[in-house]
């Protein structure tokens, strides 16, 4: 492992995290006062104005108790008609005052003269009431009133059509002149001796204090809103420089790591997620430091593997021997870096050919070191012998004292005699010999027993070592192959299976020797794809021609 490039931006200008903190903790904070400001103004504004409303009736009905009939003959009125028709042209001009000096009595203008300071007094007595009157029974004419002169104003700010007896309505008040207040209208009936309608009291109700009160409260919350916000954003800051110190001494060790240095070691300041934090970036300063030494390693490792896999390259023929009437080839893929299957053709006393395969536990270089070892053996004792089951048998006493427990190898060797076209056979735990018959175009497996060199030193090995002939009419063909090759995993999923490479084979059969291992290893090639060799893919045939 190469050091750890360090980064160009190591120091990098912009903002702290801690400001970052405070500023959305601040942000936060602002929103929701601004909907908490926002909630509250519509709870008071409606608190405030409901209250003025109940105030406004409240009153309303209070002074619905004054006395009616006191103003029944009040300029103004239905009374009024009654004037003799001869004279009314004349009453109809006149004033207020004249129609009182005129009609009214003295005790009717002591009474009248009572009610109004009544309605005054009423008014004077509370002060959030501007104005009072008395209206008539069809609400068109007013009876009495205190305000100035008869001459203020009212509007309501919505047109109403309310034929309730007793209700309260928004509106404005306009005084002579420019003022126009804001205020809340209450009526409630006024009633007759009878208990009828006579007519209806109103009482107008200042409001302007509900806009005032709700300005003024907004304003109190909004210093405290900004005071509030003041201090959550220092505070917010102080405590995000306090979370981010021990971020920042992070960074630094990071820092220095990604400089080169393993041996850094990372002290965590706190227990909580950044303290974690730190004590895993310590322990993956470990962790690389120790990849660092098995890279090292590794690297050698691999250099031996790669020597021993020239090794066992160099354990195969380079050429195949020339038999006259017969074509031989063989084909060998590994799928790592070392295998441990092997191949082999042997030149035999008395003209004839050894075929052998053969195939260590394991993988890797000791499986490499075993095979080297087994080729020694069988190259050494078939020169002298060439019976296939006296050669096992003389390699296996010499094994069995060497191999290690849980270590063996299974061979498979097949010795032709050339002038007859027989095939001798011996098999030590191996994969069976497949025959293809060109007569029938059939293939079969040749089952012969025994078991693996390595299991027993003598006895029992020599006991279950049977030699099976076989005799090749002209162009049928014999394949030796390991076991492993209907492992191979395909493109698409799956296996390729024993059946399906015997099939492989059996399509194949007729080709020469050389193009035959050629197409069938194009054919696994294929059915693979991109996938990686997952097993072993060694085998060896013989044709007669």
Known sequence: MGQ???SEGRHVKGTSLAIKLSVAITMLVLVFMLVFALFLRSFVHDTMRDQVIRT???AARAGAQAELAAWELYYGTPYQG?????IQAIVDQWTPEQYENRFLTPDQRQQLEWNRKRLQRFSDENSLILEVDIVSQDRRTILATSMVGGSTKYEPTKE??????????????????TQRL?????????????GHVAGYFGVYIDARNIVDATSAFMLTVSYAAALFILLGAALSFVMGRRITRPLTKLQEDIRVVAGGDLEHHTVPH?????GQLARTFDHMTKTLRVAQEQE?????????????????????PDDMPMVPGYDMGGHHEVAGAVGGEYYDVLVMDGGRIGFLIAAASGTGIPAAMVMAMTRSYLKEVAHHEQDPGVVLRRVNELMAGELREGMYVSVLLAVLDPDTGRVCVANAGHAPLITWRRSTGKIAAQHSEGIALGFDSGPVFDRTLKVLDVDLEPGDRIVLLCAGVGGLQGAEGGELGDRRFLGLIQHEAEHPSGQFVKRVAALLAKFRGKQPLSVDVTLLTLRRQ
């Open 296 to 316: 090292r390693e590794t690297a050698a490792a691999q250099h031996q593997m790669t020597v021993a896999g020239e090794v066992t390259d160099r354990l195969f």
């Open 82 to 86: 009654m004037a003799k028709a001869e």
């Open 160 to 177: 109403s059509a309310r034929d309730d007896d007793e209700f309260a309505e928004e509106g404005y008040l306009t005084y002579p002149g």
């Open 270 to 274: 706190s227990s909580d997620e950044i």
């Open 4 to 6: 750890i490039p360090v």
């Open 182 to 194: 804001f205020v809340v209208r209450g009526q409630a009936p006024v009633l007759d001796k009878s």
């Open 56 to 58: 406004a009736k409240e």
